[in-house]
């Protein structure tokens, strides 16, 4: 499979995109120093024997949580640093106790109210080479899928594997010589005897060694026989870049390229065009059919739908293609947004165990060229297909995206009609309160609140104030957050327009109970438009005729056949302004 690599590096931000046959299959971020990777001088701060864990103060903003089964046991002596060596049935607090000292990687990042998950099982990733020196088990990548090649270095690793210590030969190891093989484990040797003096003169807590930046990881990680391209936009990052492929992989220096213009790499091919469609939970299928994605705390749910899609021989056979495609589109989906923890796909129920067989087969076939371990479950009983994947870190969306703050999260608001319910409360709690000398209000609100109050509650809204004798003064603003509306003592002044008096202003997306009529805003009033609905959204000229309390009634100054024409000329002018052909 033709595999490229971009990365585009500039002052802000690192990004590394990774291309398959020319479709985006990763995308990976980096605007602050990662911690996942790093190796620290740990203290325990707190030992929960009812959790099975303890955590440990390793020098961030919250504690490193360190579960039982990742804590290792019986001394190992390296040097004169005790390492220990994992073993199953012990509890907790017989490990380990307020006030040890531990050495510790970070495996997780932390997440959300959570803090970093760490182990003291220590993993080195190389080149060809993943050295973990307090492991016990070794092995080949699984991506290595010729015999005679995963033969030939498990022979080599036997040789020269330092004793004791566990290694896993990575992907890229195919095809290296047993001299490149012994010069990558020498360079991760090196690097853990230096981490083992560091712990000796540290003081806990201590940063003992920081894992590489997103760019030099792409390389290191990506970079394999499959990749024909790899093109960066840095100048820096590329010379870099070059100077370490030519002690670790001279044979791929042909394959980097240098993209002038910094920044502009992920423009010129796309990448964000494609980014900002993989942040939204709706996404289509080839056929006509598509996904609707969200995330929950504990899961994320996909819902596949056939939509348009009615093309098959019947309905079984429509919905099994439906299925099938969604199957390989969920794998390419959960790679690409980096979705982590348990995945729950409620496909289109099928008949046939057959059918069903083949859904799990297209699904784990699109898996294999994810990095990331994933194991699928068998559909169940609903027949809903579960599957998890490894969390490391923030998915896609948890690095682009914050909770919105006017929903805070909940991803919709209240309705315009609950809003201005909850207003006529208030006025009349205002208003009946005992001994109240209160006879003016003022209400400020959003235009969608002001319709209502103005045209489905108008009988409503004024008989309120008719029965309390008080004056209701309603303000409208565009700007305001629906759900803020604003009950108060009369403080206000407005002006009410004069009618006959023409102003341009721009129509409002919202409407009256009359649907031909089309809706403004002028000096906080709300403005009722005389057939003027088509033209919402639009800036047009308008006619005042008359004011009745908070309503201002108008008509179109102009017809709406002159505000489409003053729309195209202004496109025109703005046209030639930029230098392209002028609008017809």
């Not at 990662?34 to 099975?52: A, F, Q």
């Not at 049935?89 to 959300?112: A, C, D, F, M």
């Not at 990558?184 to 894992?211: C, F, M, N």
Request: glycine content about 8%; some cysteine.
């Amino acid at each position: 499979m033709k595999t490229e690599i971009l990365i585009s590096c500039d002052e802000w931000e690192n990004r590394v995109a990774v291309l398959e046959e020319g479709s985006l299959a990763e995308i990976y971020f980096e605007r602050e120093e990662k911690v996942i990777g790093s190796i620290y001088k740990g203290r325990v701060e707190n030992v929960l024997p009812g959790m099975g864990a303890c955590f440990v103060n390793i020098g961030l903003a919250r504690n490193a949580f360190l579960y039982v089964d990742d804590i290792l046991r019986d001394p190992i002596n390296i040097g004169e640093t005790e390492i220990t060596d994992r073993r199953k049935g012990h509890t907790v607090n017989e490990l380990l106790k307020v006030g040890s000292e531990v050495l510790v990687q970070v495996i997780k990042e932390p997440r959300g109210l959570k803090g970093a998950r760490v182990s003291t099982n220590i993993s080195l990733p190389g080149r060809y080479l993943v050295l973990m020196p307090t492991g016990r088990y070794s092995g080949v990548s699984s991506r290595i899928e010729d015999p005679n090649e995963r033969a030939r270095l498990k022979q080599i690793m036997r040789r020269v594997r330092p004793e004791g210590m566990a290694t896993i030969v990575r992907t890229a190891a195919a095809g290296a010589s047993e001299a490149e093989l012994i010069a990558d484990l020498g360079v991760q040797l090196r690097l853990w005897h230096s981490i083992l003096e560091s712990y000796k003169r540290a003081t806990a807590p201590a940063l003992l060694h920081k894992d590489l930046n997103l760019v030099f990881k792409a390389v290191r990680d990506f970079l394999t026989s499959d990749v024909t391209a790899v093109y960066i936009d840095s100048r820096e990052q590329y010379e870099e870049i070059r100077s370490t492929m030519a002690l670790l992989g001279p044979q791929y220096l042909d394959r980097l390229k240098l993209v002038e213009g910094p920044g502009t790499l992920f423009e010129q091919r796309n990448i964000d065009v494609e980014l900002q469609k993989l942040l939204r939970p709706k996404i289509p299928l080839p056929s006509g059919g598509h996904l609707v994605l969200e995330h929950t705390e504990a899961l994320t749910v996909i819902d596949v739908n056939t939509g348009k899609f009615t093309g098959g021989r019947n309905l079984e056979d429509t919905i099994v293609r439906t299925n099938i495609e969604a199957a390989a589109e969920v794998a390419r989906q959960v790679r690409l947004r980096d979705i982590g923890g348990i995945i729950v796909v409620d496909f289109i129920d099928m008949a046939h165990e057959r059918s069903r067989e083949q859904v799990i087969a297209t699904l784990t076939e699109a898996l294999r060229r994810d990095r990331t371990r994933s194991t699928i479950q068998m559909f169940s009983k609903l027949g809903l297909l579960e599957f998890t994947r490894k969390r490391v870190g923030r998915d896609l969306a948890g690095q682009l995206r914050s909770d919105c703050p006017y929903c805070s999260g909940l991803g919709t608001v209240m309705s315009s009609e609950t809003v201005a319910i909850s207003v006529l409360r208030q006025i009349r709690d205002r208003l009946s309160k005992n001994g109240s000398p209160i006879k003016r209000l003022d209400v400020v609100v959003d235009p969608g609140v002001a319709t209502q109050l103005v045209g489905w509650y108008h009988d409503e809204f004024l008989k309120l104030a008719r029965d309390h004798n008080a004056e209701v003064a309603l303000f409208v603003d565009p700007h305001r957050h629906r759900e803020q509306a604003l009950v108060e003592e009369a403080r206000r002044m407005r002006v009410a327009p004069a009618p006959s008096s023409v102003i341009e202003t721009d129509l409002l997306n919202v409407r009256l109970p009359n649907p031909a009529s089309g809706v403004a805003e002028v000096n906080g009033y709300l403005v009722e438009v005389k057939d003027a609905a088509n033209a919402a959204g639009q800036r047009v000229k308008i006619r005042v005729e008359r004011v009745e309390g908070n309503l201002v009634h108008a008509s179109l100054a102009e017809p709406l056949a002159g505000v489409a024409r003053r729309r195209r000329e202004r496109g025109a002018i703005r046209g030639v302004s930029a230098g392209e052909a002028p609008i017809a």
